[in-house]
T-cell receptor, first 112, second 114 residues
Framework: QKEVEQNSGPLSVPEGAIASLNCTYS??????FFWYRQYSGKSPELIMS????GDKEDGRFTAQLNKASQYVSLLIRDSQPSDSATYLC????????????FGKGTKLSVIP | DADVTQTPRNRITKTGKRIMLECSQT?????MYWYRQDPGLGLRLIYY???????NKGEISDGYSVSRQAQAKFSLSLESAIPNQTALYFC?????????????FGPGTRLTVT
């Protein structure tokens, strides 16, 4: 069974700090990785995608991928209370990478 | 206007009733998906479709059926609703041509089966 694992949290960080969210995946064939942000009762919103080893930065967000360790992370710099949400990690699975397997999410709380 | 819309947004129904959830998109994407989300279980794939003529079962298709009426429309039906189908249902789309399968979600339908 292909799995994506995340610490459920909650992860609490003070405002202005760096939040670090981690994810591991079991399928070595996974090619593409995504981070979604989901506010309570709302739909997942794609915030980052990463396809090759290394770092990818977009504003305050940095995604990191290490395929050898099967590890994906998301760093949020200068965390704001509006970043408080559940963050879902997803990885492609299946032939042709058309399906996503989602982790159960990490709940982040940014304390003012 | 929203790129992916779902109707209804909330629905309460009784056990045994047939209901349909609808999804429409203006993104021009060819691939469409139906997920359900339950507390503690995360997002699980019910069905997916690559185009009007291609429908595939996902992880948890039992008790559900789908119809792809057009490239932009994908409906999910519960033939005889049961209480454990109470969940948040999301439609999503992706663009095959992009090669990366980034999926974009609709606002969701909160379904309660009593």
């Amino acid at each position: 069974q292909k799995e994506v694992e995340q610490n459920s949290g909650p992860l609490s960080v003070p405002e202005g700090a760096i939040a670090s969210l981690n994810c591991t995946y079991s399928d070595r064939g996974s090619q593409s990785f995504f981070w979604y942000r989901q506010y309570s009762g709302k739909s997942p919103e794609l915030i980052m995608s990463i396809y090759s080893n290394g770092d990818k930065e977009d504003g305050r967000f940095t995604a990191q991928l290490n395929k050898a360790s099967q590890y994906v992370s998301l760093l949020i710099r200068d965390s704001q209370p509006s970043d408080s949400a559940t963050y879902l990690c997803a990885a492609t699975s299946g032939a042709g990478s058309y399906q996503l397997t989602f982790g159960k999410g990490t709940k982040l709380s940014v304390i003012p | 206007d929203a790129d992916v819309t779902q109707t209804p947004r909330n629905r309460i129904t009784k056990t045994g009733k047939r209901i349909m959830l609808e999804c429409s998109q203006t993104k021009g994407h060819d691939r469409m998906y139906w997920y359900r989300q339950d507390p503690g279980l995360g997002l699980r794939l019910i069905y997916y479709s690559f185009d009007v003529k291609d429908i595939n079962k996902g992880e948890i298709s039992d008790g559900y059926s789908v119809s792809r009426q057009a490239q932009a429309k994908f409906s999910l039906s519960l033939e005889s609703a049961i209480p454990n189908q109470t969940a948040l249902y999301f439609c999503a789309t992706s663009d095959w041509a992009s090669g990366f399968n980034e999926q974009y979600f609709g606002p969701g339908t909160r379904l309660t089966v009593t």
